[in-house]
């Protein structure tokens, strides 16, 4: 489904004084009142070819890395076999499974950039059987550069997925917060794009960017790019701002948000240090079982 920029500017004209939409905010938690009984997920009968899904959004600390791992997570509960793909040169997706990127010989840097070096490669395992991780560290920062001079530099990340693509179910790539030549060529790799959104009024700035720029792949690289949604992190239903921006993102893109929004909660920090998913780290805590709604809402699109 494509959003026009025009349409994600409308989410930016909060009210000063709040006006009705805060007095009902102030009245109704709006997550709460979208939330809907998921149906259990069908079990596969074969594996493959992958759906490939970019996890984007250019502003930084909104919760891309933590949903990227604990959405793959979950789908692995669901019997889909999953592989992440650290796009970005801080290496943080693979930090928060606990993989040494730094002390790695070959990451994806090697992937894109070596003729002879495959994803299948440079990926490696996690403590979740079945949840495959291709790393990333400091080195993939000279590939933005080096892309530059190649030809249909675009694809690179394409053309390196197509070795694996169909021994996994889905793909999410962990694109860093820019909208620079390796987002690119995430967008041009995807079929869909989940938009992790902080419920706070600044991450709303740049939505509008970021929907021009799917839109420009979309037109083209990528004729089949899609927003697959976008997905509220860091909600808190005690705040009126919070309620009164998710209400505004509702507004504006409709059945576009996911109705699973991912709460604060002091779990997610602690899986980060103990390089874990929150579904394994704190199986019963109300982040895993959002994060396992979300999973269902994705394996229905």
């Not at 009902?24 to 998921?38: E, G, T």
């Not at 030549?181 to 995807?190: E, F, G, I, S, W």
């Not at 895993?288 to 999973?295: E, I, N, P, T, V």
């Amino acid at each position: 489904m494509a959003i026009r920029g025009d349409v994600a500017g409308q989410a930016l004209a909060l009210p000063a004084d709040g006006g009705e939409m805060g007095a009902a905010a102030s009245r109704l938690d709006p997550a709460r009142a979208r939330q809907r009984k998921l149906p259990e997920p069908p079990p596969l009968k074969q594996h493959g070819p992958a759906r490939v899904i970019a996890m984007c959004n250019q502003k930084g600390g909104v919760g891309k890395t933590t949903s990227t791992i604990n959405l793959g997570a979950s789908l692995v509960e669901y019997g889909r076999r999953v592989l992440l793909v650290d796009l970005d040169p801080q290496g943080a997706l693979s930090v928060g499974l606990g993989v040494p990127a730094q002390q790695l010989d070959r990451t994806i840097y090697n992937a894109l950039m070596e003729r002879r070096t495959t994803l299948a490669d440079v990926r490696v395992g996690t403590d979740v059987p079945g949840l495959d991780l291709v790393p990333s560290n400091i080195d993939l920062s000279a590939a933005e550069v080096q892309l530059v001079s190649e030809v249909a530099r675009e694809q690179t990340l394409l053309r390196a997925l197509d070795s694996v693509r169909d021994e996994y179910d889905y793909v999410l790539i962990d694109c860093q917060p820019s909208l620079g030549l390796l987002t690119v060529n995430a967008l041009t790799a995807a079929h869909g794009v989940v938009i992790p959104l902080e419920c706070e009024f600044f991450s709303l700035r740049g939505v509008a960017l970021l929907v021009d720029t799917i839109d420009k792949v979309k037109e083209r690289l990528n004729p089949s790019l899609q927003i697959d949604g976008i997905l509220a992190t860091m909600y808190d239903s005690r705040t009126v701002h919070c309620r009164e921006v998710f209400s505004r993102v509702v507004e504006a893109f409709g059945d576009t948000v996911f109705r699973t929004v991912i709460q604060r909660t002091v779990r997610f920090p602690e899986t980060t240090v103990a390089g874990q998913p929150i579904t394994t780290w704190a199986p019963t805590s109300s982040g895993a079982a959002a994060y396992r709604d979300l999973a269902k809402e994705v394996i229905s699109l």
